[in-house]
């Protein structure tokens, strides 16, 4: 009988040490974790999971189904919060490093001073970047206008008409930087005009009779453009472009290949 007493004694006492080895390795290794959480996250500007690290706890412990586990979740997370604020997470990003700024992709321009070969006047613009990266855009001008010159030994009496030019350069810009406040941009476009073309005709006066003749063209062009945009929504940008003609008609008779030149100040809304 004092046996069995005895036995039962041991097996009480020996259940009683495993618990408190259990308790002590449990709260021995919460608050290894919850140091080594903060060095960490102090140090290294690294975010933990507080529940990877109350799991790892836990499991350690043996206690993954203790209802104690709460408890030690809700203490670990108070205690990172307390000590280092909001714990920084991948997906917020890098305050530190500026935001690059983001511009719509289509724009719509006017250029209030417009010239080309035939002489000057105004034109409306529309652009829309093709990727992400606003590395390429299309870009459609249409251009108008007007041969004002008073060129030859014109009569005085003679009225002088004003041959009118009407382009459309539709074509690729590209931006070797991408998108930004001020990109420099190449490109080509493809040039079809019509309109009329100044002549001098001479008389039986002795003078030259400025008259109007059909004229179409087709050609092509490389433009170079400075394009600045202060803001999200604004645009500035100056142009200039070179290029010939492969089809050349004045009353449907053909001229042969001839020098084509554009150039702009434009401004425009970016959206």
Same mark, same amino acid.
């Given at each position: ?46 975010? &933990? ?18 209802? !104690?586990?709460a408890v ?7 205690v990172l ?26 724009? %719509? ?21 093709? @990727?992400?990266? !606003?590395? &390429? ?5 249409? *251009? ?27 074509g690729i810009? *590209? ?6 406040? %001020? ?10 005009? &019509? ?5 001098? @005709?001479?008389? &039986? ?5 400025? %008259?109007?003749?059909? =004229? ?16 999200? =929504?604004?645009? %500035? ?10 089809? @050349?008609?004045?009353? @449907? ?14 401004? !425009?809304?970016?959206?």
């Amino acid at each position: 009988m004092f046996g069995m007493d005895y036995a039962v004694n041991c097996n009480k006492e020996t259940t009683v040490m495993k618990m408190k080895k259990m308790s002590l390795t449990a709260l021995s290794l919460m608050f290894l974790t919850m140091a080594n959480a903060q060095v960490i996250t102090q140090g290294g500007n690294t975010s &933990i999971s507080t529940d990877a690290a109350v799991t790892s706890v836990a499991y350690e412990a043996g206690v993954v189904n203790n209802p !104690g586990y709460a408890v030690l979740e809700k203490s670990l997370d108070n205690v990172l919060s307390e000590s280092f604020g909001k714990t920084s997470s991948a997906d917020d990003g890098d305050d530190s490093k500026p935001k690059k700024k983001k511009y719509g992709a289509n724009l %719509i321009t006017v250029a209030p001073f417009q010239f080309t070969e035939n002489g000057v006047g105004f034109s409306f613009g529309y652009e829309r970047t093709l @990727d992400k990266d !606003g590395m &390429i855009s299309l870009y459609v001008p249409v *251009i108008t206008t007007f041969n004002l010159s008073n060129s030859g030994n014109y009569n005085n009496n003679v009225d002088n008409p004003n041959a009118t030019m009407f382009y459309v350069m539709p074509g690729i810009k *590209i931006y070797p930087t991408g998108m930004g406040k %001020i990109r420099y941009a190449l490109g080509a476009s493809a040039v079809v005009g &019509i309109g009329d073309k100044k002549v001098d @005709d001479y008389t &039986i006066n002795g003078y030259y009779q400025p %008259i109007l003749k059909s =004229h179409f063209l087709v050609g092509m062009m490389v433009n170079n453009s400075l394009n600045v945009n202060p803001s999200e =929504h604004l645009y %500035i940008g100056l142009e200039l472009g070179l290029g010939f003609t492969y089809i @050349d008609k004045v009353n @449907d008779i053909k001229q042969g290949a001839n020098p084509l030149v554009q150039g702009a100040f434009k401004v !425009g809304y970016r959206f």
